[in-house]
């Protein structure tokens, strides 16, 4: 009687197992991977210390690409600096010098992760009385 009872508390416990881990699996096939966001833009005669948009990074890499540059005074650069938006003094990260964007290249400059929150890139941080153009920007993060 006793062996009768387990395998009836057995079963049970046998079907509820089978169906939570069916439940996982489909939850596991429907949850979305995790995703990179971007964006795009352009700079028209963007001044010294000119400040992009900001975005929201979870911590990852990030990646800017400036494509088609022209500056008022052909010195074929542009200084490009990640920075983090904070309350008080805004951290700097390594300033990314594009040139090869002034010969009809794309000029990258690539930043490894720095934490979550919200960040900017500033063009010739720290400069004064060149202005840039750039056709074609991204921002991958």
């Not at 990074?57 to 005074?73: A, L």
């Not at 542009?78 to 904070?86: E, I, Y």
């Not at 490894?112 to 919200?118: A, E, I, L, T, W």
Request: one cysteine or more.
């Amino acid at each position: 009687m006793t062996s009768k009872h387990l395998s009836a508390l057995r079963e049970p416990g046998r079907r509820i197992a089978t169906a939570g881990l069916g439940a996982v699996a489909v939850l596991g096939i429907l949850a979305a991977p995790a995703q990179a966001s971007s964006w795009s833009s352009h700079l028209s005669g963007a001044a010294p210390g000119f400040e992009s948009r900001r975005w929201a990074d979870d911590g990852g890499p990030t990646n800017i690409n400036f494509t088609g540059c022209s500056d008022d005074y052909s010195n074929r650069g542009v200084g490009v600096t990640l920075r983090k938006d904070t309350f008080g003094p805004d951290p700097s990260y390594t300033q990314a010098y594009f040139t090869n964007c002034f010969g009809g290249g794309t000029s990258s400059g690539n930043w490894d992760g720095h934490g979550s929150g919200d960040y900017y890139f500033a063009v010739n941080y720290g400069l004064s009385g060149v202005h840039v153009w750039v056709n074609s920007l991204s921002v991958n993060y």
